[in-house]
């Protein structure tokens, strides 16, 4: 399997402009996530979806932050506007439950600056 | 709430001397714990997960982790260190049936020659 895969790796945009952030999950993976990571905060769970229904979004920052899941192979999360407190690097990791509960597999992660 | 300190920041050790990281948590239940490994500019891997049954669990790459419910505390071990293993360590602990991990801040691991 290819694992996680996420686009763009990298993103640089300008405040106020809306960023895309795109997520593959392994194929047959039930659970998918969003983590935000900084210097500052650490690793942050932002949202996750379970059979592509969100299931708990609190810690989606603000109202700026939106996630969907439309079907088992695709999720986006979306920042609408963005501000360069937004910079960070956001992980979508998948995983599945029963045997290989708990284990997540991580992407590689898009790093997003906003100037 | 669920939590998880790793007091730890950085550590630094010699290559082939031995490592303990260290790893508290916080939660109702009886805890779902993983350590994960995270190298510079790739996302994380799991090296070891505790469920239930023996409190001495053995992972990836040579690592190991004792549950300790009196303390709170699930410590990775390794008692030889690789320049190779230099990189930050994730201690987690699972909620929602495991499916939801809550991370630590992390341990920034330094191998010197």
């Known amino acids: 399997d290819a694992g996680v895969i996420q686009s763009p790796r990298h993103e640089v945009t300008e405040m106020g402009q809306e960023v895309t952030l795109r997520c593959k999950p392994i194929s047959g993976h039930d659970y998918l996530f969003w983590y935000r990571q900084t210097m500052m905060r650490g690793l942050e769970l932002l949202i996750y979806?379970?059979?592509?229904?969100?299931?708990?979004d609190s810690g989606m920052p603000e109202d700026r932050f939106s996630a969907k899941m439309p079907n088992a192979s695709f999720s986006t999360l979306k920042i609408q506007p963005s501000e360069p407190r937004d910079s960070a690097v956001y992980f979508c990791?998948?995983?599945?439950?029963?045997?290989?509960?708990?284990?997540?597999?991580f992407g590689e992660g898009s790093r997003l600056t906003v100037l | 709430a669920q939590s998880v300190t790793q007091p730890d920041i950085h550590i630094t050790v010699s290559e082939g001397a031995s490592l303990e990281l260290r790893c508290n948590y916080s939660?109702?239940?009886?805890?779902?714990l993983f350590w994960y490994v995270q190298s510079p500019g790739q996302g994380l891997q799991l090296l070891l997960k505790?469920?239930?049954?023996?409190?001495l669990v053995q992972g990836i790459k040579g690592f190991e982790a004792e549950f300790k419910r009196s303390q709170s505390s699930f410590n990775l071990r390794k008692p030889s260190v690789h320049w190779s293993d230099a990189a930050e360590y994730f201690c987690?602990?699972?909620?929602?049936?495991?499916?939801?991990?809550?991370f630590g801040a992390g341990t920034i691991l330094r191998v010197k020659s």
């Open positions: 979806f379970n059979n592509n229904v969100p299931i708990d």
């Open positions: 505790y469920f239930s049954g023996d409190t």
């Open positions: 990791a998948s995983s599945r439950t029963g045997d290989h509960t708990g284990e997540l597999f």
């Open positions: 987690a602990v699972g909620v929602d049936r495991g499916n939801k991990l809550v």
């Open positions: 939660y109702g239940a009886t805890p779902y």
